[in-house]
């Protein structure tokens, strides 16, 4: 992204906004949105930014602006604690005045920018234009919603396993473009369908936590019933199905309109991966203790049936007939390098491929956790199968439907998994071993980029990222 780009729109866009204030309403007519606030501003409160203290670890004994604590393990306020907090920030703001009269938006702003000359807690923002800064001041000028995304770019987001953040990549420079920090263990990542928002799996608070695409601060972390593996979105971005990796097994539902966990489904074992099908009419949960794939009916949100396979569930991927309903799951096993195929209609394995060894490649057998072969995914186009090999540091090509074997290109040690961009050309795998993620050119089928990233990258995913 083009940070001058960026800058211009966002002067425009605000501009716009303050211009549409100050020429249709009165100061007196504007009033401070409590929703917006709870949503939109308290999440700034608890934000970790870069050298700074959180809002919430000095204000909350304030006699001022006054932050209510949370408790142990409380991830979030409660209605009425949020209409207190609203309460002392409206008081340090004047609705729909210049946002230089207001202490709440002067006091963290940097001087040189705007801001007052000093500040007990620090400058937390450096320029007008700062996201959570502007998200502070359209709500003082009257802003009742967060405007949608206007400009929305591809982007590959690598979870690191051992680390406490996720890496943004541009797929058009391979090159990092960002960081989503403060999420310990980061397990999976997926992102809405508008480029608003992403998800991400969080192993160290159990939550699943939401990153506003435009801050990349986390905007709120939702309670799971457990400690969380993977995740999956429906097309429609309604509905987010999370893996709860403990016994007997549950997959937890989140509604993301109102930003809750309105249901842990019981499930057969713990589960490790879900997965929403490409139609979206299906959740499909793979446990390694109970050997089991569950596919979940994303209508009544029901168990709708199970198998049962040889070996634990490792990665899963689909395939899909001509009217995009499910035909086939591939899916990997512990202990098995290579993969399995599921006829979905039928519920039956109907085939096995076992990945050879690759001559002249040492075999890596040490901290496979289980599972030689982890990362599974078909190309858009819906042509090919790419398998990768922790033993052998390969991803393994395969034509579809007639499974030979295509191509092999080496990706690093402990390559975990894989995603493709939209238009099929390039591949991204995160090589957990090597700390880097490899871009591969999937035409030409050879590795273009190694890509430094956080420590142990697994996840990896592409998403659409708001821009403006
Ligand atoms: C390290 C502790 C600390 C942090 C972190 C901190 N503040 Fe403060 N803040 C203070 C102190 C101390 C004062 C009172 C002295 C002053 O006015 O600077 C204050 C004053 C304020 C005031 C003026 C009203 C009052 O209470 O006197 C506002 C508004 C405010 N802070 C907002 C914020 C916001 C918003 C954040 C996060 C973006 C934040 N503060 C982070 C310590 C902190």
Avoid at 124 to 142: C, K, L, N, T, Y
């Amino acid at each position: 992204m083009n940070p001058n780009i960026r800058l211009r729109t966002s002067v425009q866009l605000f501009s716009l906004f303050t211009l549409f204030c100050s020429s249709i309403l009165s100061a007196q007519d504007v009033q401070l949105d409590f929703d917006y606030f709870k949503n939109e501003v308290q999440p700034i409160f608890l934000s970790k930014r870069e050298g700074n203290v959180r809002c919430i670890q000095c204000h909350t004994r304030s006699s001022g602006f006054r932050i209510q604590p949370l408790e142990d393990h409380q991830l979030f306020w409660t209605d009425e604690q949020s209409r207190m907090n609203f309460d002392s920030a409206s008081s340090f703001s004047l609705a729909g005045e210049d946002p230089l009269r207001s202490r709440f938006l002067t006091h963290p702003l940097a001087s040189d920018a705007g801001g007052d000359p000093f500040h007990g807690g620090g400058k937390h923002f450096d320029s007008q234009f700062d996201p959570e800064w502007r998200i502070m001041a359209d709500w003082v000028a009257g802003a009742k919603t967060r405007r949608e995304p206007s400009s929305v770019a591809i982007r590959i987001i690598q979870t690191n396993a051992a680390g406490d953040d996720s890496t943004i990549i541009d797929p058009q420079t391979n090159l990092v473009v960002g960081h989503i920090s403060d999420i310990e263990i980061p397990h999976g990542v997926v992102g809405a369908p508008d480029g608003s928002q992403i998800y991400i799996t969080n192993e160290v608070m159990h939550s699943l936590d939401i990153v506003d695409a435009r801050t990349l601060r986390v905007k709120r972390r939702i309670p799971l019933s457990g400690r969380p593996n993977n995740l999956g979105v429906t097309s429609d971005g309604s509905k987010v199905y999370v893996a709860i990796m403990e016994m007997p097994g549950s997959v937890d539902i989140i509604d993301v309109a109102s930003m809750t966990n309105v249901k842990t489904l019981p499930v057969n074992g713990a589960i490790h991966n879900v997965y929403v099908t490409p139609d979206s009419r299906y959740a499909v949960a793979g446990s390694i203790q109970t050997s089991t794939i569950n596919v979940i009916d994303t209508s009544t949100d029901e168990l709708v049936w199970e198998l049962e396979m040889s070996s634990g569930i490792r990665p899963m991927t689909f395939d899909t007939n001509a009217d995009g309903s499910t035909k086939n799951i591939f899916v990997q096993l512990s202990g098995f390098h290579g993969f399995a195929v599921v006829d979905f209609a039928s519920r039956k394995e109907v085939a096995r491929v076992e990945h050879p060894a690759v001559p002249g490649e040492e075999a890596h057998l040490d901290g496979l956790q289980g599972a030689p072969a982890h990362g599974l995914a078909v190309s858009p186009d819906g042509t090919m199968l790419w398998s990768t090999s922790k033993v052998y540091s390969h991803v393994y090509i395969h034509s579809l439907p007639d499974l030979e074997e295509i191509g092999r290109v080496f990706v690093g040690q402990h390559p975990e998994w894989i995603t493709f961009t939209p238009d099929g050309k390039r591949a991204y795998i995160g090589a957990a071993g090597d700390n880097v993620t490899y871009a591969v050119d999937a035409i030409k089928m050879e590795a273009i980029a190694k890509i430094p990233v956080g420590q142990v990258p697994k996840r990896v995913a592409m998403v659409r990222m708001a821009v403006d």
